[in-house]
């Protein structure tokens, strides 16, 4: 029994070693490596889209590595994801221990603008260059800040480039109603909305906030249904966006178009859960499956076979975004913060959100120009109305009321 | 005119069936504070889980939320009973553990399970859609949508039965006796670990059932909870910790003047409404709508 008992010891000191030894191993490898942070939603209301920009993340990783493109300089590009739980604070401190603790090189993710804005703030004071996937509120690349990059992202005020377009040659509204969900992203576009109106001269007739996950929209429903506007304009995450689309339905609230604001109007969830009365609600978006860049149409495919589940734009911006980081890491002459950040200002790569190029204009500092859609529901299927050179369905305007569909 | 007395009835009724439905899910809170002198943090991931459930049963066998909800308040009373017999009694028999740090656990209770869900249905939002689930009923003009109609009635039967057997069966009397003075219901020959279980069983199915009835309208992920959390928590103070009446009536009151506010004030202040109530309360009725009654 004895000698079992010190082979038991022998055995289990070795395989302690063993672990440490790897474990030392392990160390050495990621000292070669080029470390990107990742900080992302994971938990929290906000973590469906974090899982699915970490899914995008690691198809685009995976790929570039069959094609040989995750190692620079002879060292492996490695990925670190950090959990933000939807939350400045958390994100602050996240930016913080991958800046300070895990050294790395450079740092991508950012969901909500509220997150954005405090990764941003924290990576700029720690020279720390910053790629942008999905936080879009104006003011983060408004503050000149040279670290922060934003290419797969529009400002949330530009979300509306392509429905501008449609507004002028078609829908010609005398007023229009703005709801959002009273958030930095919500109020940012809204404000970015009025702006567009007064310049147009057309009539703001109702304009309220409202608090997200909210059950009952029908007192704002209501109020907004006596003003009698010609257009809805709505700012909401995606299932905000169904209940009040449901609610209008069970209000017979009819108005010429519902337009919402990208975000939750283009998700799958949002049909799923709105069903019927998802139909001919338009949507301002930055991407569609169905869109002519190179690679969008495949993107799309693989990942709803990869996860069973269809992904929308944030899964392409992770996707994007991935190649824009391999992109510059590769190109970089030195992989230091400031080698990094000259070779992200260089950029000019084409990707499945389109070209992207980091430019200052408008007041922005390293901002993408951004390629933007009007897209419109059509029996669960989302369908690109405008531009009308890319259209995949006309659109359907003014759309028909609830009683006569 | 007219209209005006249309959007106002429109906002006082369906505030008020919204609120039946918080009631109940705060009334599964309020048992507990009552008898366990600590808040359950974790209770609105108990209405998630029981949502989960209901969610099951319709989604993989057709079951309907309605019924469904049967199936997920015994699991859930189960899950109370467990919860209550294997984590928290083991930390109120150990002295040197504080009441209030004894709340902890339940926030531990609260990650484990939102955690564990996660894991096996991912962040997805989901959502039951029911034949019903957008039919409305017009009153007049105003229309109100018949799942917030049958919920309403639901919750206040349970309320009623509830009541019931709190005043009239021997376990109902134990139940209150323990919640008023612990060791006197000991001396009483009332056996308190068993009621305490008991108890935490039942604030779990009654949340189960608050969440499925909400089910047909609503959504649910994860994190769906914190919202139930945190209203049922301004619930339970408004209404005097420990008194189901109390809750009963301050869940309509929440509902009714969330609802008032989000007509007459704006939508992005509705939170608000509620959490300036909880303040004021605080101030100036401390003891909740409990100590109004007692006086």
Known sequence: ?405 | MEDAWIKFGQTVICGILLGGMYSLIAIGMTLIMGVMKIINLAHGALVMVGMYVTYICSTNYGIDPYIGMFIAMPVLFLLGCLIQKYMINRLVEVDSILPENQVLLTVGIMLVLTEGIRLFFKSDYRSVVTSYSSNTVFLGDMSISVPLVIGFIIAMTFTFFLHMFLTKTDLGKSIRATSQDRDAAVFMGVNSSKITMITFGLGAALAAAGGSLLLPMFYLFPDVGHLFTAKSFIITILGGLGSTWGAAIGGLVIGLSESLGATYISMGYKDVVGLVMFILVLLFLPGGIRSLVKR
């Open chain 1, 1 to 405: 029994m004895k000698k079992y008992r010190k082979i038991l010891t022998v055995l289990l000191l070795v395989s302690f070693l063993a672990l440490v030894t790897t474990g030392c191993g392990g160390d050495g490898d990621s000292a070669d490596a080029v470390k990107v942070g990742v900080i992302l939603p994971l938990t929290g209301s906000e973590a469906m889209f974090g899982e699915m920009e970490m899914n995008s993340f690691e198809m685009a990783y995976e790929e570039l590595k069959a094609a040989g493109k995750t190692t620079v300089g002879g060292k492996e590009i490695k990925m670190m994801y950090e959990d933000d739980q939807g939350k400045q604070d958390v994100a602050r401190s996240a930016t913080e221990k991958l800046v300070n603790q895990d050294k790395v090189a450079m740092l991508s993710g950012g969901y909500s603008s509220a997150c954005t804005n405090v990764i941003a703030g924290s990576a700029q004071t720690l020279n720390t260059p910053f790629l942008i996937v999905t936080g879009s509120s104006d003011d983060i690349t408004r503050q000149g800040w040279n670290y922060v990059f934003r290419g797969t992202a529009a400002p949330a005020s530009k979300y509306t480039g392509a429905f501008w377009d449609m507004m002028e040659k078609v829908v010609d509204p005398h007023s229009v109603a703005i709801i959002f969900e009273n958030t930095d992203f919500g109020t940012s576009s809204s404000k970015g909305f009025r702006t567009e109106c007064q310049k147009r001269g057309i009539n703001i007739v109702f304009d309220q906030a409202y608090e997200h996950g909210a059950i009952d929209f029908k007192p704002m429903l209501a109020n907004l249904r006596s003003t009698n506007p010609d257009m809805i304009f709505a700012t909401s995450y995606v299932m905000d966006a169904s209940m009040i689309v449901k609610q209008m339905k069970e209000l017979d609230f009819n108005t010429k178009l519902f337009v919402g604001n990208g975000a939750g109007y283009t998700m799958p969830e949002f049909y799923q859960n709105a069903g019927a009365a998802s139909d001919y609600v338009a949507s301002t978006s930055l991407w569609v499956p169905n869109v002519a860049w190179p690679g969008a149409k495949d993107y799309f495919e693989k990942y709803k076979q990869k996860f069973g589940k269809e992904p929308d734009y944030h899964g392409a911006q992770a996707y994007a975004t991935m190649y824009v980081i391999a992109d510059a890491l590769g190109r970089a002459t030195d992989l230091t913060n400031e080698g990094i950040q000259k070779a992200l200002k260089q950029t000019d790569i084409q990707t499945i959100m389109g070209p992207i190029k980091f430019e200052d204009w408008d007041g922005f500092t390293n901002q993408n120009k951004p390629n933007t859609y009007v897209v419109q529901w059509s029996k669960g299927k989302l369908e690109v109305i405008w531009p009308e050179d890319v259209k995949s369905a006309s659109y359907v305007y003014p759309v028909p009321k609830w009683g006569e569909r």
